[in-house]
């Protein structure tokens, strides 16, 4: 059983930038396809960024060219550096993983981090 545990997020103005943080507990995400969701309640939730089990990294088109995601060299924790941010990025950001295949809803989440951008 994979856990995520999410942290960074923050109250910014609009144009700052937060690194967010996503931390397994006892796997790496070795093999594991790794992605960053968002969702503001209400409305469905979007998946903003994801790298694969071999390392090709997509981006939601609302925020390709401002966010970035990565991982350290241990592959045990995931980030989404989110640049240039916007009042519509503010949600509840979480970190999801899933074996070897990207499916549209992972098998693991984590807590969540609110992130909160003021313009």
């Known amino acids: 059983q994979m856990k995520l545990v999410e942290s960074g997020g923050d109250s910014v103005q609009a144009g700052g930038s937060l690194r967010l943080s996503c931390a397994a507990s006892?796997?790496?995400?070795?093999?594991?396809?790794m992605a960053w969701f968002r969702q503001v309640l209400g409305k469905e939730r979007e998946r903003v960024a994801v790298?694969?089990?071999?390392?090709?990294?997509s981006y939601a088109d609302s925020v390709r060219g401002r966010f970035t995601i990565s991982q350290d060299s241990a592959e045990t924790t995931l980030y989404l550096q989110m640049n240039s941010l916007k009042p519509e990025d503010s949600a509840m950001y979480y970190c999801a993983a899933d074996w070897s295949r990207c499916n549209a809803v992972p098998a693991y989440w984590g807590q969540g981090t609110q992130v909160t951008v003021s313009s």
């Open positions: 006892r796997y790496s995400f070795s093999g594991f396809c």
């Open positions: 790298i694969t089990a071999v390392g090709s990294r």
